[in-house]
């Protein structure tokens, strides 16, 4: 029997309601209306994910995001701020996603169990220690909407970019390079490297990256894993899980009752097609809540 740590179940909720941010129409419609272009990603990837961190330059950003290429950083940021100041793309993220999930979800949003599942999610939000960890911190300074299903979307970001911020010195720990880290997942078959190219690397450099795991040992001439490198993979994964696992302990048993109410949420929205069914994440299906089949 395969036990998985609570903490990786609960991500696999938390992550596609945090998604809806960079794929609702409605948002771009307000990354629209703040000046940005919208037929393609990034720009306003950039601003809605960074803007917590204010004015940041691209160092700071491509330090805080880790797998992107500094150069395609460097294309976004600051450039994102010559458009939209953070302040302004911030007073603008609340109002896009109640309008992104009302889309999505409906009268639900407005329910109780959504309310009660947004209240568990504060208590485990503000359970996470942002030492460290400056997405999360970040986010955690924006305080609360007081709209439930904005709340419930605040603290699953706020939880998600902790996961994330724990991902990274997870990866300074066990010696992944951002494009090492790429490489790494595509190799163990999260998603074919095509998908993965969207980070900005070249060619040359994601070669460049197989060739220093194929020397470290962790990457067979042919770049599939081998088993020092499958290994060293899996540690990376169960460090990031045990980094993000003190906002579940806190929420204890709740936690269960928070799969019950928000899994189904985050079902719908993954059911939608909103979002990609190939990313970098290397993300199946999200969790099921106890008894749900």
């Known amino acids: 029997m395969i036990v998985v740590n609570p903490a990786r179940q609960m991500w696999r909720i938390v992550e596609p309601l945090h998604a809806v941010l960079y794929y609702a129409p409605e948002v771009y419609d307000e990354a629209m209306q703040l000046g940005y272009p919208v037929d393609v990603r990034w720009p306003s990837y950039f601003a809605w994910r960074a803007a917590p961190l204010g004015a940041a330059g691209p160092a700071a950003v491509s330090s805080a995001f880790y797998s992107f290429s500094p150069r395609m950083v460097a294309e976004h940021v600051p450039a994102a701020w010559r458009v939209s100041a953070p302040a302004a793309v911030l007073e603008r993220r609340w109002p896009a996603i109640d309008r992104a999930l009302r889309a999505l979800l409906g009268d639900t949003v407005d329910g109780p169990e959504v309310a009660e599942a947004a209240a568990l999610a504060r208590r485990a939000a503000e359970a996470a220690d942002t030492t460290g960890r400056p997405l999360a911190a970040a986010n955690r300074d924006l305080g609360w909407s007081g709209a439930p299903h904005v709340d419930l979307w605040q603290a ?19 010696g992944f390079g951002p494009c090492e880290l790429l490489v790494s997942f595509a190799a163990a078959g999260a998603a074919p490297a095509e998908v993965f190219a969207s980070r900005g690397w070249t060619t040359e450099e994601w070669t460049a990256a197989q060739d220093s795991l194929t020397v470290r040992g962790w990457l ?7 088993e020092a490198g499958a290994a060293a993979r899996a540690d990376l994964e169960s ?11 806190e929420l204890g048993p709740a936690t269960g009752r928070f799969a019950q109410l928000t899994g189904p ?29």
Do not use: C, F
């Open 156 to 174: 699953a970001t706020l939880l998600r970019e902790h996961r994330g911020d724990g991902h990274i010195a997870a990866a300074l720990t066990a």
């Open 220 to 226: 067979h001439p042919d770049g599939t894993p081998t």
């Open 239 to 249: 460090r990031t899980d045990t980094l993000a696992a003190a906002p579940w302990r």
């Open 265 to 293: 949420l985050a079902a719908r929205i993954a059911a939608s097609g909103l979002l990609p069914k190939q990313s970098t994440l290397g993300m199946g299906a999200p969790a099921r809540a106890p008894g749900q089949q």
